[in-house]
């Protein structure tokens, strides 16, 4: 490599570095110059609450309506710090609670004196979550909006020496108690918000021991004591162990509370005497190294009994009690999560009345929305991560529908089953179904997504039915189910053979479900012609139009009045199975539904209705399907004027539909299969 080649690859480094970027996140100064920036922007001053919620409402959100409730989507938990690789699908409810505890926090309204304790099952997305909040707060402090500062003190034996702050605590902590609230008072009048900045709390023992030493220095002049004061911007990071802390259970006999508030460095008491001297104590716990950011729980109450005292102080007073120290102030957030056998253990614990008071749960369920669950495997296994293969349409669909259905509570209409239920959570349209109803059916199963099967099951799967195939290869439907059938035999997380039987029986009906969606999707391929569908639907709407009002139709031939086409009405409604008897009202419903559109100023097409656009393909499909003949698919004997129209129909699955060359002619022969042997539901 020449050394102009060398030159070419410096250049490139030194261009993607920024050296005034590097100065505005290492800004130091003194503590008037500090003064003049909170003067500025009072919110440099926030408290962890106050940040964290600041920094999820920095990313933006959107009000949505679902089932007559208006709901918030937050922006920053489609992971934009990381594009979208932590993103979390659906939950917004779960995340609006979340958020709004965060919100009285920041008011000071009482839930910051809460652990947040996220509950669910295994795989609901709990600590992704929690990952997000902490790359959200290590991001969010190197932007100007979220700039969080700390101080260090000037050493007094040798000047050029400066001592950081163990706990990176706020630079107003330095003024008296006796002064802060009027300085508090004046800061507050330019502050533009909802909330106010209050700094409570004393120094930490080590700078309380630095401020006492410097006001004797000093002789009280507390100005004076400033000058040995250096503020430094402050750069959260869970790496550097700088604001975000994380605690993780582990054996009894390896681990004790110091791990959570320091412990005595036993090497320099010797230098200065004493075990009780902050110079000879390591302020490195998880609660000194998270202060002003968050600290997680790792399966928190997988802990012993006395970490949780740790727990109910830094909690409950924003203190914790390091070894033969006094109570020491703490700011940050304290999230933890468990899952549901450890909830309900704590639930029946006596003992650990105390800790519940303290906790506020919010339940992260599995998603019950089919299009988000399937929004998950997409981004998994989407064409850069499965390169060299090929998923078939529908594989990653099916997979995600049947790990719904595993979540979903057996519904109490008897007229509904589970897989309608699922359909009208994913936002479809039932007959006699409306709104109300489907936040009913969702009431009266409180505990739907608290069970069933988790998204690693089905990730676990769908990676097995990858590696079985060659390069080139492809996976489709029934290798994913078939993987996801013999799992079940030895899910570590079924013990209930009963519990197996039901999660077989939804497969079956899956699968059913699935022959639906292909020979609907190779129907739509045969009969692919658009403006053949359009004309069937207008003359259908004219014919039910007269119907229902009593009136003749014009013959667009012959321009004579005559009745309405009942033949060609009655050939569209049998194809989704609407009798004599329904006729009438499903006719009427129709024109109702056209008549409110209206009212809207929308136009009917044929799409807007479910039902009558898979009538009126089915039809058309009738009228076209012995043209391509799919039963020579079965027999194997293939004319060349039928192998030219099967050829074009798999051009349109590849085209339109995402089939690749070799699923498009496994799909056609699947549907042929099912056509001769005469299991066809329509």
């Known amino acids: 490599m020449g050394q102009e080649t060398v030159y070419r690859l410096l250049s490139t480094i030194e261009k993607g570095l920024d050296k005034k970027v590097y100065q505005e996140l290492h800004w130091e100064g003194s503590f008037e110059d500090y003064l003049k920036l909170v003067a500025e922007n009072p919110r440099i001053a926030r408290n962890s609450f106050q940040r964290v919620y600041d920094m999820i409402l920095s990313y933006g959100f959107e009000e949505y309506a679902e089932n007559r409730e208006t709901r918030i989507r937050y922006h920053f938990f489609k992971d934009p710090m990381s594009g979208g690789r932590d993103s979390i699908f659906g939950l917004e409810e779960s995340l609006m609670r979340f958020v709004n505890a965060l919100k009285s926090a920041a008011h000071g309204y009482g839930t910051e004196r809460r652990i947040v304790l996220l509950h669910g099952p295994v795989g609901s997305s709990k600590s992704t979550i929690v990952r997000l909040l902490k790359k959200g707060l290590e991001t969010y402090s190197r932007t100007k909006e979220g700039a969080i500062y700390s101080f260090a003190w000037q050493n007094a034996s040798n000047l050029e020496l400066w001592e950081d702050c163990p706990m990176h605590e706020e630079p ?19 502050l533009e918000g909802t909330y106010e900045i209050h700094v409570v709390g004393e120094l930490c023992p080590s700078c309380r021991r630095n401020f006492t030493d410097w006001m004797r220095s000093c002789r009280g002049d507390w100005r004076e004591v400033m000058r040995h004061i250096r503020v430094k911007r402050l750069i959260l990071s869970e790496k550097d162990r700088v604001g975000i802390g994380t605690f993780q259970p582990k054996d009894e006999k390896n681990q004790d509370s110091t791990e959570l508030t320091g412990d005595i460095n036993y090497r320099k008491i010797a230098e200065f005497g004493s075990d009780s001297d902050p110079r000879a104590f390591n302020f490195d716990g998880e609660f000194n190294v998270a202060n002003r950011g968050m600290i997680e729980f790792i399966e928190v109450l997988k802990l012993d009994v006395a970490f949780l005292y740790d727990l109910l102080g830094a909690s409950q007073e924003h203190s914790i009690k390091p070894k033969k120290f006094a109570q020491t102030d703490i700011d940050e957030l304290i999230v933890g999560h468990t899952n549901e056998p450890e909830y309900k253990r704590l639930q029946s614990n006596d003992l650990m009345e105390a800790f519940r008071d303290r906790t506020l749960k919010i339940d992260i369920p599995y998603n019950l929305k089919l299009d988000n669950e399937i929004k998950i495997y997409q981004r998994d296994y989407n064409p850069e991560r499965v390169r060299g293969k090929h998923i078939a349409p529908h594989t990653l669909e099916i997979a995600a529908m049947w790990a719904v259905l595993t979540r979903l509570e057996e519904p109490k209409k008897a007229n509904l089953t589970l897989m309608q239920k699922l359909k009208l959570y994913n936002g479809k349209t039932l ?12 009431e009266e199963a409180r505990r739907e997504g608290m069970e069933g099967i988790s998204p690693r099951y089905i990730q676990d799967k769908i990676s097995n039915a990858l590696v079985k195939v ?12 078939n993987e996801l059938e013999e799992g079940l035999s030895h899910h570590s997380l079924i013990s209930s053979e009963e519990q197996k039987k039901r999660y077989k029986e939804l ?7 699935y022959e639906d969606i292909v020979k609907n999707e190779v129907q739509r391929a045969i009969c692919a012609d658009e403006d053949a569908i359009s004309r069937v639907f207008g003359n259908y709407i004219d014919n039910v139009k007269a119907y229902t009002q009593k009136q003749k139709v014009k013959n667009r031939y012959t321009g004579q009045d005559e009745e309405p086409d009942e033949r060609l009405m009655r050939s569209i409604e049998e194809k989704i199975d609407i009798s004599e008897s329904r006729k009438e009202d499903f006719r009427r419903e129709i024109m109702n539904y056209i008549g409110a559109l209206a009212v809207e100023g929308k136009k009917f097409h044929y799409k807007s209705n479910e039902r009558l656009q898979k009538a009126l393909e089915l039809k058309l499909f009738e009228d076209q399907k012995d043209t391509i003949k799919l039963s020579s698919l079965v027999s194997g004997v293939v004319d060349k004027d039928t192998q030219e129209k099967i050829d074009i ?22 549907v042929a299969s099912i056509f001769a042997r005469g299991s066809s539901k329509d």
Do not use: W
Request: hydrophobic residues 30%; charged residues 30%.
């Open 649 to 670: 129909v798999k051009s349109r699955l590849t085209k339109s539909y995402g089939y690749c060359h070799t699923c498009s002619a496994d799909v056609l022969s699947f």
């Open 470 to 481: 060659d390069e080139g290869g492809c996976v489709n439907p029934f290798m994913v189910l």
């Open 431 to 442: 007959p006699g179904y409306t709104e109300d109803n489907i936040k009913e059916l969702r």
């Open 507 to 513: 497969l079956a009906d899956i699968k059913s479900e």
């Open 172 to 190: 107003l902590r330095l003024v008296p108690q006796e002064v802060r609230e009027n300085l508090l008072r004046e800061i507050n009048k330019s």
